[in-house]
């Protein structure tokens, strides 16, 4: 049976007051509407129809190859929405049609299953999702018969206040079959509002006898819909929790969760331990074994096995395995540090490479550099890479050792083995196995070879 997800996603998002669409807010790093894209994912291999309206172009953008779009160009409310569609999706080219909305970012893929199931064992034409909340947030009431079978959805604005007390609420969610959808959506009637109503639908199956089939949810929080900052925030809180409960329950370990702020897709390896104030962003992927935290940043970075990182503010970089860094280190675009470098406080690395054994312990700056392995940088090192205008390489050898307060000026080649002393501005190429000293450093000594 070919189940189509429609994801609507036209309207303005007033209450946002927002430039951005309210489909683009982020929650946990992701835009909003990919959590309802990968619920509908999840249930079929239908490429999805996205209904967009509202800052079309952005939300097409972000969404790219992900969907197939169709535009409402007024918003002349949700059955109006689905209409949209039709084209695509009428005459056999699906025999369900499951509809969400895409301001729903809690609503699990389970839940949505469940819902595709009940229609497909549905011998009426719709199913639907309903939540039983003492909190009616606006939401349409489930208005049921006296033998408890569905017979309409009254939306708020509707309702009498009999119909507002009602506790189960339309949670936005249904499965329809295709062909009675798009004849029922041509006779849905205009509302008092000037809208068309999704939800109307119930009344004209139950009108015609074919049963309305409800699955009522237990969890309140699937159903948290965002319409204001108040709600985003609401449903990052949620969120948040749910991707550190997944983690924990991987066997990461987290002390003081509620402090930690994990992305969608990032990847933490087992019994690694994550102290309060860690921050893990975007496409950051983490070993086995590390300790990240208090009070870490980390971006876009991948981190091997066993490294330690300690208050320490990571973007778009490589750490290897068994490397350890902090307090207070920082890392750049391109920083890439090979197993067992140690990195301690102050010290700062852009687009290089540190091998293997590297120790660069305090108050360093490292750009556009190649260090081999076992190279001792000391204290106040710095790399002078830019004249100005343009940046200029520094290749070091292995088993160097640089001299604490020592300015490499780039481009600028030492040789493995060599030393600096202490303060040494260094303007010309080191060779191998030679002790260079002084403003501008001259070369005072060839060393024995270790
Ligand atoms: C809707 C339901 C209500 C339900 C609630 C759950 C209707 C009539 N009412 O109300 O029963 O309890 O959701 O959150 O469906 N949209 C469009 N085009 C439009 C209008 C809306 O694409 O012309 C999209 C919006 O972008 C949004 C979704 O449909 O993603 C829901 O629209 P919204 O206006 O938020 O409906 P609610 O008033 O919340
Ligand atoms: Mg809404």
Not at 230 to 259: C, D, F, K, S, Y
Not at 310 to 336: C, W
Not at 352 to 371: C, Q
Request: with cysteine.
């Amino acid at each position: 049976m070919k189940i189509t997800p429609v994801l609507l996603a036209a309207g303005q998002g007033t209450r946002m007051k927002s430039k951005l669409p309210k489909m683009l807010h982020k929650i946990c790093g992701q835009p909003m509407v990919f959590y309802a894209l990968d619920a509908a994912r999840a249930v079929s291999t239908e490429t999805p129809v996205v209904v967009v309206g509202h800052g079309a172009e952005a939300v097409q953008d972000a969404v790219g190859e992900a969907a197939r779009f169709v535009i409402q160009e007024e918003q002349f409310g949700t059955g109006h929405a689905v209409m949209q569609a039709e084209s695509l999706l009428s005459g056999g080219q699906t025999d369900l049609v499951l509809v969400t909305y895409g301001d729903m970012p809690l609503l699990r893929a389970e839940t949505v299953q469940k819902l595709v199931a009940a229609q497909k064992a549905n011998p009426g034409p719709m199913s639907l999702l309903t939540v039983i909340a003492e909190d009616p947030r606006g939401f349409g009431r489930i208005f049921r018969k006296a033998d408890g079978t569905v017979a309409a959805i009254v939306e708020e604005a509707q309702a009498d206040s009999s119909q507002l007390a009602i506790k189960e609420l339309n949670v936005g969610a249904y499965c329809f079959r295709s062909e009675w959808l798009w004849a029922a959506l041509k006779r849905i009637p205009l509302s008092p509002k000037g809208e068309y109503y999704l939800t109307d639908t119930v009344a004209l199956a139950i009108e015609a006898n074919l049963p309305v089939q409800a699955i009522v949810m237990d969890d309140m929080i699937e159903t948290i819909g965002v319409n204001s900052r108040v709600h985003l925030a609401e449903a990052e809180a949620a969120m948040r929790q749910r991707i550190n409960i997944g983690h924990m329950l991987n066997g990461v370990t987290m002390i003081q969760p509620e402090t930690i702020y994990i992305e969608a897709g990032v990847k933490i390896g087992c019994d690694t331990i994550l102290w309060p104030n860690t921050y893990l962003h975007g496409k950051t992927s983490i070993g086995e074994d590390c300790v990240l935290g208090p009070n870490s940043i980390i971006r876009n970075t991948k981190i091997g096995d066993r490294c330690k990182v300690l208050m320490s503010d990571l973007e778009s970089a490589v750490l290897e395995n068994d490397v350890d860094m902090g307090p207070f280190a920082r890392l750049r675009k391109g920083a890439h540090l090979g197993n067992h470098v140690h990195m301690g406080n102050f010290g700062e690395v852009k687009d290089s490479h540190l091998s293997e054994g590297v120790k660069m312990g305090h108050f360093s700056y490292i750009g556009n550099a190649e260090i081999g392995a076992n190279t001792n940088i000391g204290a106040g090192t710095i790399t002078c890479n830019y004249d100005g205008e343009k940046k200029h390489p520094t290749t070091i050898g292995e088993d160097v050792f640089i001299g604490s307060d020592t300015m490499l000026v780039a481009p600028l080649t030492i040789g493995a083995r060599s030393r600096t002393g202490a303060g040494a501005v260094v303007t010309k190429n080191v060779p191998e196995d030679t002790l260079v000293v002084g403003v501008p450093a001259r070369a005072i000594k060839k060393l024995d070879k270790k």
